[in-house]
């Protein structure tokens, strides 16, 4: 237990009922720099008033850097952190390591039996709940309802790709910076690469078949990286190999993206304060092709702790704080319910003001259509639907997904980039024993 200098000099010296010295334990929370994390932070007043001997330090980080920081810390037992922000890919293969703490002892008042089947099943490993989750997501159409209009289309709320190709073209106007589509393109296995596996699924690709051989060379994944890449070429912004989900979100606000598919969560900042197009949007299920699987991912980012940390019981405490349902009546009281993370607790769903939101069924509907055991058209040996739930997948994703963000940005073409994807995956699966 850390004593602070704070606590010594009586600033919060002292118990008022016995007089002993209440020693503060500070903990350090890791997090990645999305809207929800950062608005959470500024709500810090509440959890000081109700727990005055528990200190957080923050270290926030961008998406990349997070999930690097965290795997190079937790796999070597580093002990910087005692609260990680971590998701759904994470969770089942650190948990099988042993180098999670099992929440299984949170308070009654935590209420475990009100998160949502999906994404409490992606969190529990051998019967114990691994992480506790901030905010659950899938993937969804956000859109421009005006320039629909204005290009005389209707976007139907389940479209095909054809349909989202025809009305980025019909919604650009590239003299006016409006560009019809904006997609991820950084590199990372959790930025790219989640968008584009999940709409390799819905074109019928996969990443390896049944004997755990890539399939990068297969038409399916031509087909969908042909389409991705055309359609940001034609109809997307400049730069676009640099932009991820902040990147992205943030030329939404701005009005410049006629579609973005994108995480649901991004919902709420859309249609929010910062936004200049926030009654504009509508929304609408990610596309498909009519094979069966559409577009869309399934994830949370979750709360976990080491099991190297030494303040396991602090920790715990403010877990329960930031994912319990007081938190999200504690968002809503100050920043309307519009606001508060979604896609964790069936109880929010069921709530009537919740529920009148308008991008509260679409979130719901896309996150139950997302089936992690089943989410190719083929076969497959995996689970994970915008990834693939191994420990080698987390350096793959990434090299692949440089490949193709480099196909973005002009620099290989599309038969070059899958070329390199199916070398470099195949030496990595051989040398790591799947391939034989």
């Known amino acids: ?157 389940a479209p095909t790709w054809a349909d989202i190709e025809a009305a980025a073209k019909a919604m650009t106007d590239k003299s006016k910076e409006q560009y019809g589509i904006c997609l991820r393109g950084k590199a990372g296995w959790g930025e790219n690469m989640a968008f584009l596996t999940a709409m390799s699924n819905s074109f019928g690709a996969r990443w390896f078949d049944e004997s755990w051989k890539p399939q990068f060379d297969q038409p399916e994944w031509k087909a969908t990286l042909d389409t991705y890449l055309r359609v940001m070429t034609e109809y997307g912004p400049p730069g676009a190999s640099n932009n991820g989900f902040n990147e992205n979100l943030t030329l939404f606000q701005q009005g410049k993206c006629g579609m973005w598919i994108d995480a649901t969560v991004a919902a709420s900042f859309v249609t929010g304060k910062d936004s200049t197009v926030a009654d504009k949007v509508g929304f609408a299920l990610a596309p498909d092709n009519g094979l069966g699987k559409r577009g869309n991912w399934l994830w949370a980012w979750s709360l976990a702790i080491p099991a190297s940390s030494q303040k396991q019981d602090a920790a715990k405490t403010f877990i329960n704080w930031a994912t319990n ?62 990834f693939v739930a191994i420990p080698e997948f987390q350096g793959l994703g990434t090299s692949v997904g440089q490949e193709f963000s480099a196909a973005l940005a002009g620099q290989k073409s599309v038969d070059e980039a899958l070329a390199a994807a199916q070398a470099l995956v195949t030496d990595e699966m051989t040398a790591a024993g799947y391939i034989q």
């Open 325 to 386: 349902k007081d938190y999200l009546a504690l968002v809503a009281s100050k920043e309307g319910w519009a606001n508060v993370p979604p896609g964790t607790r069936t109880s929010l769903y069921s709530n009537p003001e919740y529920a009148a939101i308008p991008f509260a069924k679409m979130t719901i509907d896309s996150i139950n259509a997302a089936d992690p055991n089943a989410p190719t058209v083929k076969p497959v040996p995996y689970v994970g639907v915008q």
């Open 1 to 157: 237990m850390t004593v602070t200098l704070r606590a010594l000099l009586g600033a919060t010296a002292f118990v008022a009922l016995t007089g002993a010295a209440l020693a503060e334990t500070t903990i350090t929370v890791a997090t990645v720099n999305n809207g929800d994390m950062i608005r959470m932070q500024g709500l810090m007043d509440d959890f000081y008033a109700k727990n005055p001997d528990i200190k957080v330090e923050w270290v926030t980080l961008e998406e990349n850097v997070l999930r690097q920081n965290v795997t190079t810390d937790i796999a070597t037992n580093g002990g910087q952190y005692d609260v990680l922000t971590i998701g759904t890919y994470e969770v089942p293969i650190w948990g099988k390591q042993g180098w999670l703490a099992s929440l299984n002892d949170l308070p009654a008042d935590y209420d475990v039996d009100d998160l949502l089947p999906a994404i409490r099943g992606g969190l529990t490993v051998d019967g114990n709940l691994m992480a506790s989750p901030f905010y659950g997501e899938s993937s969804m159409v956000m859109y421009r309802k005006d320039l629909m209009e204005a290009a005389g289309l209707t976007m139907a709320d």
